[in-house]
Structure formats: structure tokens, C-alpha cells
């Protein structure tokens, strides 16, 4: 194992012991709908997110800040949203990590009540963490309210929906992406920066410009393994793009064009990182994770 496929067990470990730890319950009449939170959460992932803001927060040499809160606060809000994805009303499917969705192994109205429930925690964990200063509180719940709401994930998500079928040109599927997967992971790494409390004006611009292409990046990456990669490795239906007519950027571009625009999105994102020096290593193993990963 290398010491990066090390650093990443040792943070997914990090924060699934940290999200176990806060969605217990003590109230009966609650259990079904914690078993749901719980489900959703704990069940797997890459914890890619979360693994960001602990990076973006060790890039600042901040050990000693509570940045778990800001890590299970964007792996809340994620998870939220793949619930409702998920839905019927949604894209309506049926595998999600290798399991049933929520609303499969549960039902519609609690999977529907599991995600709100999980979106509201979200900033419940932030705006009460009382070691952060009260304007680091007031950033990081705008900035997670922002990158979730309409100006980011909800609306990517409400342009997709609109998109099913149509012919979209390069600029609209990248502004679509950058809100729909990118404004998460712009928060993710943001948050962990913001939670040091020792990221000046252009250390967070310079970071905005990194997570601006690992998003997209991201996303390219999702594009090509539904392409390339099956059901089982997955952990989701492959071809499900396809099968739905969504626009993509294999689609677009070909399969070749789609690995050459991750690529390129890499090494911008590396670039970015270049006032950071050795500090933010990590970073730069993230990135380049993100358009080599098989799943």
C-alpha cells in the first residue's frame, strides 16, 4: 500500500468513526428515520469530499481545529442530495454504493424526510461549533448554503433535469457540472481552508482555482466510467447517462477528448497549488486520484 492509498484509509476511517459517533438517537418514535440517516451516511463512499477538507485544512499546518465538523458537514449535505437524486421523481434508481437506495431499502416518504433531515444537520454542526471564531461560523454556513442551494448543486441538479434529451454546447454542460458536482467540492475544499483560520485573501483564491477544475474534473471522470466501467465496480447502474438520454462529455467530446479534458483539468488544478509548495501535497494526490479512479 502506498502512502497515499494509506493517507486516504486513514481519513475515510477518520470520518466514518466521526459520523457514527453523531447520528445516534435516544428517541424511539425517531429510530426508522435515524436508520435511514444512518444507512445513507455510513454506507460506504470514497469520502472524497471530506477528504478534500482535511487536506485543504493540513495545507495551513492546522492540526489542532475541529475541521471533522466541516468534513461530515459537506459529507451530510452529499449525502442528502444522492437520496433525493435517487428518487423516483428524480432519476429513479435502484443501486447506490452496491446497495438499495434509500427510498428501496426504506420507503419514498422517509428516504424524502432522511435527506432534510440530513441538509438541516448539516448547519446545525457548524453555526454551533463554538472553537471557530463567530464570523468563521458565518462564512462556512453561507458558503455550504451557497455551494447547496440554487446558485449551486440544486440548480445544476434543476438544469439537468431540463437538459434529459437536449443537444447542450460545451459552455452550457460545463456551467451546468460546475454547479450540479463542482460547488460541493469548491466547498469542500473552502471549508477545510476557512476552518484553519489562517487562509488569507489569495491562499483562498488560489484554492478556488484548484477545486474549480477538480470539480469538473470530477465530474469528466463520472462521465467516462459510465461509460468504461460496469454495475459491479460501480456501485450504481453503468450506462445510466445513456440510458437517460443526459447530455456528457464523452458524449461531446468522445471518449479520447473526455480523458484529455480531465487530464488537462489536473494539471491546472496543479498548477494552482504551486504558492502552497510541499504543504499541499496531499492536494495534489487528490487531484490526480480524482481522473484516475475506476469508480
Not at 462556512?140 to 440554487?150: D, E, S, V, W, Y
Not at 460545463?174 to 463542482?182: A, V, Y
Request: a negative charge; glycine letters at 8%; charged letters at 25%.
Amino acid at each position: 500500500m502506498t502512502d497515499f492509498e494509506q493517507y486516504l484509509k486513514t481519513c475515510q476511517a477518520r470520518i466514518d468513526h466521526y459520523l457514527e459517533q453523531q447520528l445516534g438517537n435516544d428517541l424511539p418514535r425517531l429510530e426508522r428515520l435515524y436508520a435511514a440517516m444512518r444507512y445513507s451516511v455510513t454506507g460506504g463512499g470514497k469520502r472524497i469530499r471530506p477528504i478534500l477538507t482535511y487536506a485543504s485544512c493540513e495545507a495551513f499546518g492546522a492540526s489542532d481545529t475541529p475541521v471533522d465538523v466541516a468534513a461530515s458537514a459537506v459529507e451530510l449535505i452529499h449525502a442528502y442530495s444522492l437520496i433525493h437524486d435517487d428518487l423516483p421523481a428524480m432519476d429513479d434508481d435502484d443501486l447506490r454504493r452496491g446497495r438499495p437506495t434509500c427510498h428501496r431499502a426504506f420507503d419514498e416518504a422517509t428516504a424524502i424526510l432522511a435527506g432534510d433531515a440530513l441538509q438541516a444537520l448539516a448547519f446545525e454542526w457548524i453555526s454551533q461549533t463554538s472553537s471557530w471564531q463567530a464570523d468563521t461560523r458565518l462564512r462556512m454556513t453561507t458558503l455550504l448554503a451557497r455551494a447547496a442551494g440554487p446558485q449551486g448543486m440544486v440548480g445544476g441538479q434543476a438544469i439537468d433535469l431540463g437538459a434529459v434529451g437536449e443537444q447542450l454546447d460545451q459552455s452550457t454542460l460545463q456551467d451546468m457540472h460546475q454547479r450540479k458536482t463542482g460547488a460541493l467540492i469548491r466547498a469542500s475544499v473552502q471549508l477545510g481552508a476557512l476552518a484553519s483560520e489562517r487562509a488569507d485573501t489569495d491562499q483562498l483564491a488560489a484554492l478556488e482555482r484548484y477545486a474549480d477544475c477538480i470539480g469538473l474534473a470530477f465530474q469528466v471522470q463520472d462521465d467516462i466510467l459510465d461509460v468504461e466501467s460496469d454495475t459491479s465496480v460501480l456501485g450504481k447502474q453503468q450506462g445510466a447517462d445513456l440510458a437517460r438520454d443526459k447530455p456528457t462529455y464523452p458524449a461531446m467530446l468522445g471518449l479520447d477528448g473526455a480523458h484529455r479534458l480531465a487530464h488537462s483539468l489536473c494539471d491546472q488544478a496543479t498548477t494552482a497549488l504551486e504558492p502552497f509548495g510541499d504543504d499541499a501535497q496531499r492536494l495534489r494526490q487528490m487531484a490526480r486520484y480524482i481522473v484516475e479512479r475506476r469508480f
